[in-house]
């Protein structure tokens, strides 16, 4: 299974080079756990990882 990059700065799933929400290339393999946000207003998880886009999140980054 490949690592997917993530963006240090949003903590979102990136399938390029750049991320689709703060269109940086601060990206990293190593992290852990991930939360899929639908919701991003009426999640809790959403909401203690400071998240306001819908996409699929990473937990914890290193
Ligand atoms: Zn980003």
Avoid: H
């Amino acid at each position: 299974m490949v690592q997917r990059n993530v963006c240090r700065n949003c903590r979102i799933l990136v399938k390029g080079n750049a991320c689709p929400l703060c269109r940086g290339n601060d990206l990293t393999t190593t992290w852990a756990g991930v939360a899929v946000i639908y919701d991003p207003a009426g999640s809790q998880i959403a909401k203690e990882m400071g998240v306001e886009a819908k996409g699929t999140f990473a937990l914890r980054v290193r």
